[in-house]
Nanobody, 115 residues
């Protein structure tokens, strides 16, 4: 059973930074892609950033230039570096690992940005 576990959330002031980590129970090279999603209260879950098996990245427009997704294959870990945080970035952030047959989700980590 594949497990992915997030860490690194917390409370930060606007303009600050946080780094989220997502560690998988086994090699991450088996996934077609991995991504970070977020869900704010009363809103739908949205894709924030993703990285393909080939290392290609993409971002939702609202975080471009502020967030960076990366991975360390040796550590089975994906990261989301979040800079210049805004109150509207407040949400529960979820890690997703995708392959052809299934999507694996973490339990989520809360990010709260105060104004």
């Amino acid at each position: 059973q594949v497990q992915v576990v997030e860490s690194g959330g917390g409370l930060v002031q606007a303009g600050g930074s946080l780094r989220l980590s997502c560690t998988a129970s086994g090699s991450i090279v088996r996934f077609n892609a991995m991504g970070w999603y977020r869900q704010a209260p009363g809103k739908q879950r949205e894709l924030v950033a993703a990285i393909s098996s080939g290392g290609r990245t993409n971002y939702v427009d609202s975080v471009k230039g502020r967030f960076t997704v990366s991975r360390d294959i040796a550590k089975n870990t994906m990261y989301l570096q979040m800079n210049s945080l805004k109150p509207e970035d407040t949400a529960v952030y979820y890690c997703n690992a995708h392959n052809v047959n299934y999507d694996y989700w973490g339990q989520g980590t809360q990010v709260t940005v105060s104004s």
